[in-house]
Nanobody, 124 residues
Framework: QVQLVESGGGSVQAGGSLRLSCAASGYSYSSNCMGWFRQARGKEREGVAAIDSAGGTVYADSVKGRFTISRDNAKNTMYLQMNSLKTEDTASYYC??????????????????WGQGTLVTVSS
């Protein structure tokens, strides 16, 4: 059974940084695309970033230049470094896995697996 466990959320002031981690187990981690989506209160899921097994990355326009996704296949762990945070980045962030990175970024409502989420709150 696939298990994805996020950590690293918290509260930060605008302009600050946070790093999220996702520990994966229970499936062929290295052969899948991994990524993050977020959901703000009252809003739909939004794809944030994804990284394939070769290290290729894609980002939502809203986070390009501020967020960096990375993965350590040896540790079955993925990271999201978030810099220059804005109040509109406030949301629950979910780690996700799917065969396609496109799916994580564009269809976060229809993914193979996702975690329980970690809350990120950015205050002004």
């Amino acid at each position: 059974q696939v298990q994805l466990v996020e950590s690293g959320g918290g509260s930060v002031q605008a302009g600050g940084s946070l790093r999220l981690s996702c520990a994966a187990s229970g499936y062929s981690y290295s052969s899948n695309c991994m990524g993050w989506f977020r959901q703000a209160r009252g809003k739909e899921r939004e794809g944030v970033a994804a990284i394939d097994s070769a290290g290729g990355t894609v980002y939502a326009d809203s986070v390009k230049g501020r967020f960096t996704i990375s993965r350590d296949n040896a540790k079955n762990t993925m990271y999201l470094q978030m810099n220059s945070l804005k109040t509109e980045d406030t949301a629950s962030y979910y780690c996700a896995a799917d065969r396609l990175c496109w799916q994580i970024l564009n269809r976060p409502d229809a993914l193979q697996a996702w975690g329980q989420g970690t809350l990120v709150t950015v205050s002004s």
